[in-house]
């Protein structure tokens, strides 16, 4: 969410290369989603990265999760 939606656009640096990391979370089934209403506003879509959730996805998906992570 928020900045969190500008994932596909985060430079990979010399001492974090991101892209890699998304791919490793990837390969282990985890999922990464990107609220519709933050792409919106930032003049984003739905990138091969983040497919688009809404709000009432969110919580459903923190609601019954054991843990959440915050990207941003």
Do not use: Q
């Amino acid at each position: 969410m928020n900045e969190g939606s500008e994932l596909d656009t985060i430079p990979d640096g010399k001492d974090f290369d991101i892209s890699v990391k998304v791919t490793e979370f990837k390969e282990l089934k985890g999922k990464i989603y990107a609220c519709g209403t933050c792409l919106k506003v930032r003049g984003k879509e739905e990138s091969g990265v983040c497919p688009v959730s809404t709000m009432t996805d969110l919580l459903k998906i923190v609601e019954s999760s054991d843990k959440v992570l915050v990207f941003g």
